[in-house]
């Protein structure tokens, strides 16, 4: 866990003496984990308060119910899914580096990096709720970011809409745009997609094929700064526009 950060570090012969953690975030955490049990599987806390914590899948329902009952996160902020595993195709004609030369051996890939708490699998589920500022349900902390790994077969987990309702069409998009399933949710369908689409887009892995017939905007059509516009065969506006001497 983060709680390392208020102690003091070691910098050659002087010690420099970190910020203290947020009370509420490390008893926010505190009850996470005595609920949990070895069911929370790595945390940090940041210096705002915010605090970030990675449960196995088969807790991820409850630990959603500890945030709402427990730390008095009644307010759903958002939830989604990412994907680590770095793109095979690179930016894909975003950048000259990154063009791909069909036919050559697949690129290597880098090893993949799991930002906050972190993770051991290519697909995370995460969410953020929090307490509101005042009132009865003020909470501990400020905000509870918890994330889940997920497995890479038939990557599934159970569905928050009996937690938070709001979670009702983040589900419906990670589930059309990652290929995640959310146990219970009552009405898995498309939003963006026509229902016929086969794959799940925002996967790291899913051929943006538009691109390859038309670039990102800018990477052909760059407009020229001010004082820069070129005539039509080539030379510099500077000739056309300033006059014969």
């Known amino acids: 866990m983060a709680t390392e950060s208020a102690e003091a570090e070691v910098a050659g012969d002087s010690a420099v003496?970190?910020?203290?953690?947020?009370?509420?975030?490390?008893?926010?955490?505190?009850?996470?984990?005595?609920?949990l049990g070895d069911c929370v599987l790595g945390s940090h806390i940041k210096p705002t308060g915010d605090l970030w914590v990675r449960v196995a899948a088969?807790?991820?329902?409850?630990?959603?119910?500890?945030?709402?009952?427990?730390?008095?996160?009644?307010?759903?902020?958002?939830?989604?899914?990412?994907?680590?595993?770095?793109?095979?195709?690179?930016?894909?004609?975003?950048?000259?580096?990154?063009r791909i030369v069909y036919g050559a051996p697949a690129r290597e890939l880098e090893a993949m990096e799991h930002g906050y708490a972190g993770g051991e699998s290519r697909l995370q589920v995460?969410?953020?709720v929090a307490a509101l500022p005042s009132g009865s349900n003020a909470g501990v902390a400020p905000a509870v970011i918890l994330k889940a790994d997920l497995p890479?077969?038939?990557?599934?987990?159970?569905?928050?809409?009996?937690?938070?309702?709001?979670?009702?069409?983040?589900?419906?998009?990670?589930?059309?745009?990652?290929?995640?399933?959310?146990?219970?949710h009552p009405d898995l369908r498309h939003i963006y997609l026509p229902s016929e689409f086969e794959g799940n887009p925002m996967r790291k892995d899913f051929p943006l094929l538009a691109r390859r017939v038309k670039p990102w905007p800018g990477i052909v059509d760059v407009e020229l700064m001010p004082g820069e516009a070129e005539t039509a065969d080539g030379d510099g506006a500077a000739d056309a526009v300033g006059g014969a001497e």
């Not at 926010?28 to 005595?34: E, G, H, P, Q, T």
């Not at 630990?63 to 427990?70: F, P």
């Open 152 to 184: 890479d077969e038939n990557p599934a987990v159970e569905s928050w809409i009996s937690v938070y309702a709001g979670a009702d069409w983040h589900e419906r998009e990670a589930w059309e745009m990652f290929g995640v399933i959310f146990v219970g």
């Open 58 to 98: 088969e807790a991820w329902r409850q630990a959603g119910e500890v945030a709402r009952d427990e730390l008095g996160c009644v307010w759903f902020d958002f939830l989604s899914v990412i994907d680590w595993l770095p793109s095979p195709f690179g930016r894909d004609m975003d950048a000259e580096q990154d």
């Open 126 to 128: 995460f969410a953020r």
């Open 17 to 35: 003496e970190l910020p203290a953690l947020p009370e509420g975030s490390v008893a926010a955490f505190d009850i996470l984990k005595a609920t």
